[in-house]
C-alpha cells in the first residue's frame, strides 16, 4: 500500500547559466509537490485496530511544515548567483529564504535535493517509511518525477538538503 500527499508551494528563481532564456530573469511559479511513501516491511498496518501503520497526520506533519515554513515563497538562487551577496550585505534577513544549490537551480537540481530534503525528514520521524516517488509539477504541463533509483551517486547540491531541519542552504546563520 502506498500514501501520497500533495502540497502546493510558491516561488522565485533564476537560471544564469543560458542568458539567452526567459529564466534568466527572476520570476516566480506556483507548484505542487506530491511525495508517495510506502511503509517498510518493520511497518505493518494493524489491521482490525488502528488500521494503519501510521496516521497521516504523523507520516506528513513534519514535512508539510518543511514546505509551509521554509520551502514556500524562498528565492531559489544558484551558489554563484550575485544576487546572494546583494542579500547578504543589505537584507540579511532574507539570507535564511534563500533556497540556494550548487549550479542553476533548475526544477531538476531542485526536485532533487528537495527529495534528499524529504528523505533526511523521513529518516528522523518516520523512519518506518520511504518515498519511493517524489514529483514536482513546475506547470501543469511540466514535471519532474523521482524514485529511489534516481539516487544513486546523485550530486551533492548543499548539506543542507541531507539535514532534517528548516535550512534552506549553508549560509552562516541561515538555519
Known sequence: MQIQFTRRFSMAHRLLADRTSKCATPHGHNEFVKVTLKPKASAAVKWGQANYALSF?????????FVDEALDHAFQLGANDP?????????????????????????EAVALALYYKLNAILARHVPDFECVRFEIEE?????????????????????????????????????
Open 83 to 107: 544576487l546572494i551577496g546583494f542579500f547578504q550585505t543589505h537584507e540579511p534577513d532574507i539570507v535564511p529564504r534563500l533556497l540556494i544549490i550548487d549550479g542553476d537551480p533548475t526544477t
Open 57 to 65: 497526520d504523523a507520516l506528513k506533519r513534519d514535512w508539510h511544515r
Open 139 to 175: 506547470t501543469p504541463t511540466n514535471s519532474v518525477i523521482l524514485t529511489p533509483e534516481d539516487l544513486v551517486d546523485g550530486p551533492q547540491l548543499g548539506q543542507w538538503c541531507h539535514r532534517a531541519d528548516l535550512s534552506l542552504n549553508d549560509l552562516s546563520g541561515a538555519a
